[in-house]
């Protein structure tokens, strides 16, 4: 089937036929608008590999998030006529719009349980909530493989890393699928979706400050910081800093999953060889569902010092979006982009983003993948994906399959 074809190019990332399916759109960018202006939203669109890998790496106050790394329309659509501030700290927004020292500090309080080390530790418990599942499902014959399965188990490590009980792992999960539904025209609805996850966040922190006895060194770290200026946070400042771990933590994977699952299912020689030796094959076959699957669309920053790039001068004020999923198609960097292939030579990777705010849950999202793939693999011998039925919303976030009907 031939691509179609578009005439008059225009891409605006919140447009719904971008939305409804980006990738054509990032081969037409890559090719000949490498930095493509979106006048409405004056921001940049990058979508090159290479482009994105040398501009994520600079760390020199060059690109901050201070409108935040995802920011709707209606922040976008607000031009600045110079360089951004850092938010005000109170009250404090997420702190990945702060640029250092304030951002490395709060980063540091949710970071201990995402090192590879504590990380590691989790591997059983990952393993034995993958086949509490996989018992429950596959009597059933036909099921969710994204929301059933992936789903459940990345949301209960995230209710367990943070301090909630495991059995809102369910609720949890469809808040924050209701919560990144993006809007044509606006991107997601940031503003209505927190509350809902502040209903679950901020208990956690009320139940630290109280010394309840229970497990959440998460808030305990928060709790205890201070600002530079001396300030602690309120329940709500602290809940806050939870956002990126409860999001996070909790969508991308099973999507990730799911679908990679679905590719593999649909080669047989790439399926054989991989169950050849699970153990040994599936790390390497995670890689590449991780660079094909991977949902998050891109992210953005705000440029504080002028930058220059193929020639185009961006000011302070203006923005710029990294296209994350185009560079995983770039084909300047991977041979046959388009290609699934379990075993493909993957030398750089810019799914899990690189520099300041690379994911804080790199090593725990390896490590649910490879073991829910490799779980599913041992004791699913034959599967089929109710394609017709699939659901991949329009989004210009999480441009996944959120829902993917598998039949056993
Ligand atoms: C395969 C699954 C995942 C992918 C592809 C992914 C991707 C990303 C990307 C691209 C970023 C950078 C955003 C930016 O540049 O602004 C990011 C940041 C982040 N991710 Fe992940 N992520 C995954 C899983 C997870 C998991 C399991 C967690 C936590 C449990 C998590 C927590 C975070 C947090 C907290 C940040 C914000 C980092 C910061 O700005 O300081 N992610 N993720």
């Not at 292939?341 to 300041?356: C, K, N, P, S």
Request: glycine share 8%.
């Amino acid at each position: 089937m031939n691509a179609p074809v578009i005439q008059e190019f225009s891409y605006d990332p919140f447009d719904p036929a971008v939305m409804a399916d980006p990738l054509p759109y990032y081969r037409v960018l890559r090719d000949e608008h490498p930095v493509y202006y979106v006048e409405k939203w004056d921001t940049y669109a990058l979508s090159r590999f290479a482009d994105i890998w040398q501009v994520l790496e600079v760390n020199d106050g060059t690109f901050v998030a201070s409108e935040g790394t995802l920011p709707a329309a209606t922040v976008l659509g607000r031009h600045n006529d110079g360089p951004v501030p850092d938010p005000p700290l109170h009250p404090m927004p997420f702190h990945a719009n702060f640029d250092n020292p304030i951002y490395d500090g709060v980063r540091r309080c949710t970071s201990g349980p995402f090192r590879p080390r504590s990380v590691a530790k989790l591997a059983d418990r990952i393993r034995e909530l993958a086949n509490e599942r996989l018992d429950e499902l596959l009597p059933r014959g036909t099921f969710d493989l994204t929301q059933e399965y992936g789903g459940i188990v990345a949301a209960s490590m995230v209710c367990e890393l943070l301090g909630l009980p495991v059995d809102l792992a369910a609720d949890v999960l469809a808040t924050v699928n209701a919560g990144s539904l993006a809007q044509p025209g606006s991107g997601v609805e940031v503003a209505n979706a927190r509350p809902g996850y502040l209903e679950y966040l901020i208990p956690i922190v009320q139940r630290s400050r109280a010394g309840d006895g229970t497990d959440h060194p998460i808030a305990d770290n928060l709790v205890g910081y201070r600002l530079p200026d001396g300030s602690e946070f309120t329940d709500i400042e602290a809940a806050t800093q939870m956002l990126g771990i409860f999001i996070g933590g909790t969508e991308t994977v099973p999507k990730i999953v799911a679908h990679g699952l679905w590719e593999l299912g649909l080669r047989s020689d790439q399926m054989a060889a991989v169950r050849a030796d699970i153990d040994g094959n599936v790390p390497k076959a995670r890689e590449e569902m991780i660079r094909y699957c991977a949902p998050a669309q891109w992210f953005a920053r705000t440029v504080r010092k002028p930058f220059t790039i193929h020639g185009t001068t961006i000011e302070p004020g203006q923005r710029i979006i990294t296209l994350l999923a185009s560079a995983n198609r770039d084909e300047r960097e991977y041979h046959d982009p388009d290609e699934f292939v379990w075993d493909r030579t993957i030398e750089r990777l810019l799914a899990f983003g690189r520099g300041q705010h690379f994911c804080l849950g790199v090593h725990l999202a390896r490590l649910e993948i490879t073991i829910m793939v490799s779980e599913w693999l041992k004791r699913v011998p034959e599967y089929e994906i109710i394609s017709d039925s699939a659901l991949r919303p329009p989004s210009s976030f999480q441009w996944g399959w959120n829902s993917v009907p598998v039949e056993v």
